[in-house]
T-cell receptor
């Protein structure tokens, strides 16, 4: 079974802190994604990556950056956390291809910025 | 641009009732369509998918048919169980201009015993 793991289930950080969210997948998938999930808004794509060292902005990249140094690991970085970044963060991976493949999700990290 | 609209929840049903969650989409080209389910405290997992017009996806008693003429992909189940209580997301991935997946806002389903 595909397994996508995220480094923390719950995280509490202070405004202005630099925050790292880590995601690891064990299925050798080329594609990895970071979303945030907010009530009534569904999932919104922050960043995605097609391959090692490659990244593309999603729909809401402001205030975030990413790193993909190894194929299995995709990190989301909040450069200076703000209260409006309090959310559920979901990582996902998928095989290469033009969209017919499903995404496999991690359990999520619920981040609270105070 | 591409978009997905699904019915607002919450939807509350009694056990063994019939379920329909409506989903319509706007997309260029020929998207693939998905239903994902999120159980409490978990990430999303694929429930079913359809990759071309008139395809029917099915899994665990749930079904959805890709209707290009009405741009719809409604989720149905004939007899829901308490264990089906979850949030359901309709999604599409267009195969033109990259392959970002667009998710609907989600519909929360409560099933009462």
């Amino acid at each position: 079974d595909v397994k996508v793991t995220q480094s923390s289930r719950y995280l509490v950080k202070r405004t202005g802190e630099k925050v790292f969210l880590e995601c690891v997948q064990d299925m050798d998938h080329e594609n990895m994604f970071w979303y945030r999930q907010d009530p009534g808004l569904g999932l919104r794509l922050i960043y995605f990556s097609y391959d090692v060292k490659m990244k593309e902005k999603g729909d809401i990249p402001e205030g975030y950056s990413v790193s993909r140094e190894k194929k299995e690991r995709f990190s989301l970085i909040l450069e200076s956390a703000s209260t409006n970044q309090t959310s559920m963060y979901l990582c996902a991976s998928s095989p290469p291809g033009q969209g017919s493949y499903e995404q496999y999700f991690g359990p999520g990290t619920r981040l609270t910025v105070t | 641009g591409n978009s997905v609209t699904q019915m607002e929840g919450p939807v509350t049903l009694s056990e063994e009732a019939f379920l329909t969650i409506n989903c319509t989409y706007t997309a260029t080209g020929y998207p693939s369509l998905f239903w994902y389910v999120q159980y409490p405290g978990e990430g999303l997992q694929l429930l079913l998918k359809a990759t071309k017009a008139d395809d029917k996806g099915s899994n665990k008693g749930f079904e959805a048919t890709y209707r290009k003429e009405t741009t719809s992909f409604h989720l149905e189940k004939g007899s829901v169980q308490v264990s089906d209580s979850a949030v359901y997301f309709c999604a599409l991935t267009a195969n033109t201009g990259g392959f970002k997946t667009i998710f609907g806002a989600g519909t929360r389903l409560f099933v009462k015993a």
